[in-house]
């Protein structure tokens, strides 16, 4: 059974940094299972947003105007994403998942409603 759970998530003021993390149980990160990975977030009273996103071989793609640098480190099953200069608009759930990779392009082909999530770690940054 696939399963996410990140972590890293925490109230810090305006300028500051977290780095959230998601540890992959039930799939193994390799090549071989072709995979995409991805950071959403969700504000109250917004819709998701996608974040980034990485796969086995693509290379990371970036929403959020590229401010958060996505990372994986397969070794330990575990996906990254740092997050520095926050700003009070980047308040939100964020959420990690995982998705088949059907192309070298994540972000086009992410399908939300097939990908395995995580519970969310909340991040709250005060002006």
């Known amino acids: 059974q696939v399963q996410l759970v990140e972590s890293g998530g925490g109230s810090v003021p305006a300028g500051g940094s977290l780095t959230l993390s998601c540890a992959v149980s039930?799939?193994?990160?390799?090549?071989?299972?072709?995979?995409?990975m991805a950071w959403f977030r969700q504000a109250p009273g917004k819709e998701r947003e996608a974040v980034a996103f990485?796969?086995?071989?693509?290379s990371p793609q970036y929403s959020v105007k590229g401010r958060f640098p996505i990372s994986l480190d397969n070794a330990k099953s575990t996906l990254y994403l740092q997050m520095d200069s926050l700003e009070p608009e980047d308040t939100a759930l964020y959420y990690c998942?995982?998705?088949?990779?059907?192309?070298?392009?994540?972000?086009?082909?992410?399908?939300?409603?097939?990908?395995?999530w995580g519970q969310g770690t909340q991040v709250t940054v005060s002006s």
């Open positions: 990485i796969g086995d071989i693509s």
């Open positions: 998942a995982l998705d088949r990779r059907l192309s070298t392009n994540c972000q086009r082909d992410f399908n939300t409603g097939r990908a395995y």
């Open positions: 039930g799939f193994t990160l390799t090549s071989s299972n072709w995979y995409c």
